[in-house]
């Protein structure tokens, strides 16, 4: 039997190049990055209503794979919700996942009025003014992405330097900021979803001030089959903690 194939799924605001430190630590596995359809490099026009779902997306990754492979699926952000949407649709494929918060058991608490400075950028994305703003300017483009990676982060690399560069020139072509945030328009808050039984590592940043470890109180309500690994950096995992990440991916491959 072969090894099972890894697919790695980037966030938002981001690029497959975020795997780049993860997938020097995997040697020989065989992976995939693909570049998520309507997010930066995979921009290539506006998306119709309910084509940024997480269900959407899932069945777009699972028709560019080889149809009888083993799976272990990896995300962090909006990836991991991708990520989850897959082992839904796809169970007896997955053999395992490396996910990052969220998840569904984090329920409504993300919209808590005392998060509001957290998460208002969400809401934000939902209305015509965040398009109007922000698409097709790199200046402004720049400063709305760099303002909310310096505060996912305790680190402010993210917002600065060729990495940072390559991600503005990617969601700063015209059209592209305003297809990446139909994601918010598709898919509002993080409860829903049924149970995986997939064997799962949820690699919990210490220091991601979107999603507290506390919150990490309903996995087991939600993974059967669950191990929690606190990881150092903030939300951006594959950057900030791309040791953990690849060794968490290798156990689950089974090396």
Known sequence: M?????VLLHGWPGLPSDYDLVVERLGRTRHVVPALVGFGEGFDGPLAPG???TDAHARRVLAGLPHDDDLVVVGYDIGSRIAQAIVRAAPTRVVGAVLTPGYPGIGSRAAAPEL???FWYQHFHRT???ERLVDGREDAIREHLGFLLETWSP???LAAGERFDAVVRAYARPGAFAASIAWYRDNVGYAGG???SVPTTMLWPREDPLFPIAWADALPDWFTDVELQEVPGGHVVPLEAPDAMADAILRRVGR
Do not use: G, Q
């Not at 072969?2 to 890894?6: G, H, Y």
């Open 2 to 6: 072969s090894e099972p194939i890894v």
């Open 51 to 53: 084509d940024a779902s």
């Open 116 to 118: 509001a400075d957290r």
């Open 128 to 130: 015509p003014l965040a």
């Open 155 to 157: 680190s402010a690399d």
């Open 194 to 196: 049924r149970p995986s």
